[in-house]
C-alpha cells in the first residue's frame, strides 16, 4: 500500500513538471486557448464553433432555442433570424440563365457539387444527376440545361 502511494505521488509529480514545461513553451497558444470566447450574436460575429454556444437560461426558466442552442442548429437558427438560409435548402442557384452563353452558376465550398436537374419552366422531366465542377461546365441531356460551379471556399483549397 506505502510503496504504491508513492509511486503515485511521484508519477504526479512528473505530470506537474511536464505541463509547466509545455504551458512555458506555449504560453502564446495557451493564452489564445484560455480567452473567453463571445457567443455570437448574429451571423458576423460568428468566429468558430466556440462562438456558437448559447448563453443558457436563468433557473427556473425554461430555456428558448436562442438560449441554448449550440454548433450547427445555432448557426442556422441565427440566420434564420437575419433571413439567411445558411444551408441552401431553399434556392442553391440564383445565378445565370442556364444558357452555354450564361450557365447557372451552382455555389460550392469544396469545388464541385451534384446537381439534380428536372428540366425548364417549358418542359420538365425526371431528376437528372450531374457532377458539376469548377471549370468545365455540366450540361443537361434531357433539356440542355447548362450549369457553372461557382467556388467560394479559400482560394487553392479545392478539390
Ligand atoms: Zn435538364
Same mark, same amino acid.
Not at 500500500?1 to 506555449?26: D, I
Not at 451571423?43 to 449550440?70: C, F, H, N, Y
Not at 447557372?104 to 469544396?110: G, W
Not at 440542355?144 to 461557382?150: D, E, I, S
Given at each position: 500500500?506505502?510503496?504504491?502511494?508513492?509511486?503515485?505521488?511521484?508519477?504526479?509529480?512528473?505530470?506537474?513538471?511536464?505541463?509547466?514545461?509545455?504551458?512555458?513553451?506555449?504560453?502564446?497558444?495557451?493564452?489564445?486557448?484560455?480567452?473567453?470566447?463571445?457567443?455570437?450574436? +448574429? #451571423?458576423?460575429?460568428? *468566429? !468558430?464553433?466556440?462562438? %456558437?454556444?448559447?448563453? &443558457?437560461?436563468?433557473? /427556473?426558466?425554461?430555456?428558448? +432555442? #436562442?438560449?441554448?442552442? *449550440? !454548433?450547427?442548429?445555432? %448557426?442556422?437558427?441565427? &440566420?434564420?433570424?437575419? /433571413?439567411?438560409?445558411?444551408? +441552401?435548402?431553399?434556392?442553391?442557384?440564383?445565378?445565370?440563365?442556364?444558357?452555354?452563353?450564361?450557365?447557372?452558376?451552382?455555389?460550392?465550398?469544396?469545388?464541385?457539387?451534384?446537381?439534380?436537374?428536372?428540366?425548364?419552366?417549358?418542359?420538365?422531366?425526371?431528376?437528372?444527376?450531374?457532377?458539376?465542377?469548377?471549370?468545365?461546365?455540366?450540361?443537361?441531356?434531357?433539356?440542355?440545361?447548362?450549369?457553372?460551379?461557382?467556388?467560394?471556399?479559400?482560394?487553392?483549397?479545392?478539390?
Amino acid at each position: 500500500m506505502l510503496s504504491r502511494s508513492l509511486r503515485l505521488t511521484s508519477r504526479q509529480t512528473r505530470c506537474l513538471s511536464t505541463s509547466k514545461v509545455l504551458s512555458n513553451k506555449t504560453a502564446d497558444y495557451a493564452s489564445e486557448a484560455t480567452r473567453t470566447v463571445k457567443t455570437a450574436k +448574429d #451571423l458576423q460575429e460568428v *468566429t !468558430g464553433p466556440a462562438s %456558437l454556444i448559447g448563453p &443558457g437560461a436563468k433557473p /427556473g426558466v425554461i430555456p428558448t +432555442d #436562442l438560449d441554448q442552442s *449550440t !454548433g450547427l442548429q445555432r %448557426l442556422e437558427l441565427l &440566420g434564420k433570424r437575419e /433571413g439567411i438560409d445558411v444551408f +441552401d435548402m431553399e434556392m442553391p442557384i440564383t445565378e445565370g440563365k442556364g444558357t452555354m452563353a450564361d450557365p447557372f452558376l451552382v455555389p460550392t465550398y469544396i469545388g464541385y457539387r451534384y446537381v439534380g436537374c428536372k428540366g425548364t419552366a417549358q418542359q420538365d422531366h425526371k431528376p437528372y444527376w450531374m457532377k458539376v465542377e469548377e471549370g468545365k461546365p455540366a450540361r443537361c441531356w434531357q433539356c440542355g440545361t447548362v450549369l457553372k460551379a461557382k467556388y467560394l471556399g479559400e482560394p487553392g483549397m479545392a478539390h
